[in-house]
Nanobody, 121 residues
Framework: QVRLVESGGGLVQAGGSLRLSCAAS????????MAWYRQAPGKERDLVAL???????DYAASVKGRFTISRDNAKNTVYLQMNSLKPEDTADYYC???????????????WGQGTQVTVSS
């Protein structure tokens, strides 16, 4: 069984920074794309940033230049460094990953449980 566990959320003032982490555990053979999504109250879950297994990245226009996604393949962990935070960044942030695991080996998509980020004005 594969688990994704996020950490690092919290309350921060506008202009501040937070770093989210997401660690994958289980019988993992490999991880392809890893990503962060966010969902604000009453809104849909949207892609924030994505990183491939070779380090290519993509960002939502609203966070480009402020957020940085990175990963440590040896630790099966993805990070999201969030700078210059704005009140509109307030949301639950979810980790997502395409993981090869199990026997027989199977590629499945997994979600973390989410971590809350609140940015006060």
């Amino acid at each position: 069984q594969v688990r994704l566990v996020e950490s690092g959320g919290g309350l921060v003032q506008a202009g501040g920074s937070l770093r989210l982490s997401c660690a994958a555990s289980g019988s993992i053979r490999g991880i392809n794309d890893m990503a962060w999504y966010r969902q604000a109250p009453g809104k849909e879950r949207d892609l924030v940033a994505l990183i491939t297994n070779i380090g290519s990245t993509d960002y939502a226009a609203s966070v480009k230049g402020r957020f940085t996604i990175s990963r440590d393949n040896a630790k099966n962990t993805v990070y999201l460094q969030m700078n210059s935070l704005k009140p509109e960044d307030t949301a639950d942030y979810y980790c997502n990953a395409d993981v090869v695991a199990g026997a027989p080996l199977t590629l499945l998509n997994y979600w973390g449980q989410g971590t809350q980020v609140t940015v006060s004005s």
